[in-house]
């Protein structure tokens, strides 16, 4: 068994549960005690960690996470466990249940996940996490994917990446919501490859005003409180690219566009543009 202990980065899985944050220019980082065990096809880490606050933007470093993370090979297919208790020093005590499959078969790109959340505090907890995904090489290097997600309406992220996913312009997120997913890759030039990917986003449970975390810029929005019954959040269009600029150095360079949908209090198309430069 390796023991880790101080100040360290951990990313599990596809990053929806732990992970670092590699597009913050602070990344992300844990304090606290890890213990792995290596075995033949398995490896099975215990944690009890607390968030570095100072360079966690959003998380907290009252939260304490224990449990476990157990991952496994076979000749099919890939499949993590984990079982995590989450506690913000007595305000609020929960526990998330995981699982997490992925393989290649019959030329499909494959990964499966969900986790259910159960739970007191603010909110009590009662909520779940579902993921499907799967990718198709089409030849000369373009692969199409059709992609799944559902989060219900108090699910709450312990320390996801969560930028890679539910779109680049970060405006729906986590909570309460279904993501229905198009994408597309292809290489355009020695070292760089080109992105496409289409978003649908819709409620997963229809509900009146309330606090949203469909986060706006420069605020919250807020559902619609006039009784209308639409559950559409609307529909964004992701367009990036990457590269290496050097032996050493990578850029990330893309444009997001959001049109919301009658369930969004906030009726403005939004155009967002990003880049990020890596150095190794």
């Known amino acids: 068994a390796d023991v880790q202990f101080g100040r360290f980065e951990m990313?599990?899985?596809?990053?929806?549960?732990?992970?670092?944050?590699?597009?913050?220019d602070t990344g992300r980082t844990?304090?606290?005690?890890r213990s792995s065990m290596n075995m033949e096809g398995h490896k099975l880490d215990l944690i009890y960690v607390r968030p570095v606050l100072d360079i966690s933007p959003g998380t907290s470093n009252e939260k304490t996470i224990s449990g476990l993370y157990f991952e496994?090979?076979?000749?099919?297919?890939n499949y993590d466990?984990?079982?995590?208790?989450?506690?913000?020093?007595?305000?609020?005590?929960?526990?998330?249940?995981?699982?997490?499959?992925?393989?290649?078969?019959?030329?499909?790109?494959?990964?499966?996940?969900?986790?259910?959340?159960?739970?007191?505090?603010?909110?009590?907890r009662d909520d779940s996490m579902l993921i499907m995904n799967v990718k198709k090489d089409m030849g000369e290097g373009l692969i199409l994917g059709l992609g799944y997600e559902?989060?219900?309406?108090?699910?709450?992220?312990?320390?996801?990446l969560g930028h890679c996913y539910s779109g680049w312009a970060d405006i729906v997120r986590w909570k309460n919501y279904e993501d229905v997913i198009l994408s597309a890759s292809m290489p355009v030039m020695d070292g760089w490859k080109g992105f496409?990917?289409?978003?649908?986003?819709?409620?997963?449970?229809?509900?009146?005003?309330?606090?949203?975390?469909?986060?706006?810029?420069?605020?919250n929005a807020s559902f619609n409180s006039n009784g209308q019954a639409?559950?559409?959040?609307?529909?964004?269009?992701?367009l990036y690219i990457k590269g290496n600029l050097g032996k050493r150095t990578g850029l990330f360079l893309g444009i997001s566009r959001f049109m919301p949908g009658d369930a969004a209090d906030n009726q403005f198309n939004q155009t967002w543009m990003f880049a990020q430069i890596n150095m190794k």
């Open 11 to 24: 990313k599990y899985g596809n990053g929806r549960i732990l992970a670092d944050n590699w597009w913050a």
């Open 30 to 33: 844990y304090e606290g005690l």
């Open 72 to 77: 496994n090979s076979t000749d099919l297919f």
């Open 81 to 124: 466990a984990y079982a995590f208790d989450i506690n913000e020093d007595g305000d609020t005590d929960f526990r998330t249940y995981g699982a997490l499959l992925d393989g290649t078969n019959m030329g499909l790109a494959w990964d499966f996940e969900y986790a259910i959340q159960n739970g007191e505090g603010e909110v009590d």
């Open 150 to 160: 559902s989060y219900s309406e108090t699910y709450e992220m312990i320390g996801s």
């Open 196 to 219: 496409a990917e289409y978003h649908n986003f819709s409620m997963e449970t229809i509900r009146g005003s309330v606090s949203s975390p469909y986060k706006y810029k420069g605020g």
């Open 230 to 238: 639409s559950d559409d959040l609307g529909n964004e269009i992701d």
